[in-house]
Nanobody, 121 residues
Framework: QVHLVESGGGLVQPGGSLRLSCAAS????????MGWYRQAPGKQRELVAH???????KYADSVKGRFTISRDNAKNTVYLQMGSLKPEDTAVYYC???????????????WGQGTQVTVSS
């Protein structure tokens, strides 16, 4: 069993920054790729960024240059540092356990409860 817990969301003004954390337990964290997804009401859940077990990263075009994904395997934690936030970044953010193959990320369908990020003045 895998348990994922997101934290760090909140209300931030446009142009501001937030750092999201996802703590994982019940698994061998270091062998997995990890992803951050987000979902706004009425929209599909979309992959924002992912990081492989080797530390390679990839980002959705909408967040390139603004977001940074990282991991601390000693703490079983993955982070999403978000900067230059825009109102369209408003969503519930979820971390996810998965795999990377052929440059693509595949979800293993393990999710946390999500953390709300609201970007508004």
């Amino acid at each position: 069993q895998v348990h994922l817990v997101e934290s760090g969301g909140g209300l931030v003004q446009p142009g501001g920054s937030l750092r999201l954390s996802c703590a994982a337990s019940g698994s061998i964290f270091s062998i997995y790729a990890m992803g951050w997804y987000r979902q706004a009401p009425g929209k599909q859940r979309e992959l924002v960024a992912h990081i492989t077990s080797a530390g390679n990263t990839k980002y959705a075009d909408s967040v390139k240059g603004r977001f940074t994904i990282s991991r601390d395997n000693a703490k079983n934690t993955v982070y999403l540092q978000m900067g230059s936030l825009k109102p369209e970044d408003t969503a519930v953010y979820y971390c996810n356990l998965g795999s990377e193959y052929g440059g693509l990320y595949y979800s293993h369908d393990y999710w946390g409860q999500g953390t709300q990020v609201t970007v508004s003045s």
